[in-house]
């Protein structure tokens, strides 16, 4: 059975830090791994992308202050977010492509920078 489970959400303060992660099981081979999220009333949107060859793509609102990664030992991605803005509050959601040509999504988790 395959499953994305993203945990690290949370409440922190304007300027502060996150890392979330994404471990991927029941997925033989993962290809390109992303976060999307959705702040509220609005569309999901891309923040991060990093390839098999871990080559990046970023949102222009978040180039400099997020920086995506994956661990492929361990069938893991991570977004760690730094210099946090209320307009980054949204629920963040996990995203892999395999390698068979199937997309997955997890289930969210919330992050909401707030005073």
């Known amino acids: 059975q395959v499953q994305l489970v993203e945990s690290g959400g949370g409440l922190v303060q304007p300027g502060g830090s996150l890392r979330l992660s994404c471990a991927a099981s029941?997925?033989?081979?993962?290809?390109?791994m992303g976060w999307y999220r959705q702040p509220p009333g609005k569309q999901r949107e891309l923040v991060a992308s990093?390839?098999?060859?871990?080559?990046?793509t970023y949102a222009t609102s978040v180039k400099g202050r997020f920086t995506i990664s994956r661990d492929d030992a361990e069938n893991t991605g991570y977004l760690q977010m730094n210099s946090l803005k209320p307009e980054d509050t949204a629920v963040y959601y996990c995203?892999?492509?395999?390698?068979?040509?199937?997309?997955?999504w997890g289930k969210g988790t919330l992050v909401t920078v707030s005073s």
């Open positions: 995203h892999v492509f395999s390698r068979a040509g199937v997309n997955y």
């Open positions: 029941g997925i033989f081979a993962i290809y390109h």
């Open positions: 990093i390839t098999s060859g871990d080559s990046t």
